[in-house]
């Protein structure tokens, strides 16, 4: 399967190799586009066609130090974490489950706010300067929107 080539995030690679060793790479991060690397692996890479046969395969190869990344995100344990949008509060797959979260940075004009299933503001904040940011979603919550304030990861 690898000996073949295969289009990589948006861009030809030359081969497959080549593209298993981008992922190599990208994995080494902290963070992929607001998520952790095994909720990116989860989310947006093993969905794709073939995804979970090549990256067994691929990462087995090129990047074992990485088997356990691609192990939790093949069994769904992994930390999960939220980039500015809007989320429905529960426990479901995209939505925000309740608890505490904390984004951290220069973080300039950050905005969040939790709203009741109708829509109506139950809490917010407006931070213009701040290194650090919490807010605790509350179980009977419907959303959680945030702007311009990076990744909100659970507390421990």
């Given at each position: 399967?690898?000996?073949?080539?295969?289009?990589?995030?948006?861009?030809?690679?030359?081969s497959?190799a080549?593209a298993?060793?981008r992922?190599c790479?990208?994995?080494?991060e902290?963070?992929?586009?607001?998520?952790?690397?095994?909720?990116?692996?989860a989310?947006?890479?093993?969905?794709?066609?073939d995804?979970?046969a090549v990256?067994?395969e691929?990462?087995?190869?090129?990047?074992?130090?990485?088997?356990?990344?691609?192990?939790?995100?093949?069994?769904?344990?992994?930390p999960?974490?939220?980039?500015?949008?809007?989320?429905?509060v529960?426990?479901?797959p995209?939505?925000?489950?309740?608890g505490?979260?904390?984004?951290?940075?220069?973080?300039?004009?950050?905005?969040?706010?939790r709203?009741?299933?109708?829509?109506?503001?139950?809490?917010?904040?407006?931070?213009?300067?701040?290194?650090?940011?919490?807010?605790?979603?509350?179980?009977?919550?419907?959303?959680?929107?945030?702007?311009q304030?990076?990744s909100?990861?659970?507390?421990k």
């Amino acid at each position: 399967m690898l000996g073949t080539s295969f289009y990589f995030d948006g861009q030809g690679t030359g081969s497959a190799a080549d593209a298993m060793k981008r992922y190599c790479e990208l994995l080494e991060e902290d963070e992929l586009e607001g998520m952790s690397p095994a909720q990116w692996l989860a989310e947006k890479e093993l969905p794709k066609e073939d995804g979970e046969a090549v990256l067994k395969e691929g990462i087995g190869r090129f990047c074992p130090a990485q088997a356990k990344t691609l192990k939790a995100a093949l069994d769904g344990i992994y930390p999960r974490w939220f980039a500015d949008g809007t989320y429905e509060v529960g426990s479901g797959p995209r939505q925000m489950p309740a608890g505490a979260y904390r984004t951290t940075g220069a973080l300039r004009d950050c905005y969040w706010e939790r709203t009741s299933r109708s829509g109506k503001t139950l809490d917010n904040q407006f931070a213009t300067s701040a290194q650090e940011v919490r807010v605790t979603v509350r179980a009977g919550d419907g959303q959680f929107t945030s702007r311009q304030c990076g990744s909100w990861r659970p507390v421990k």
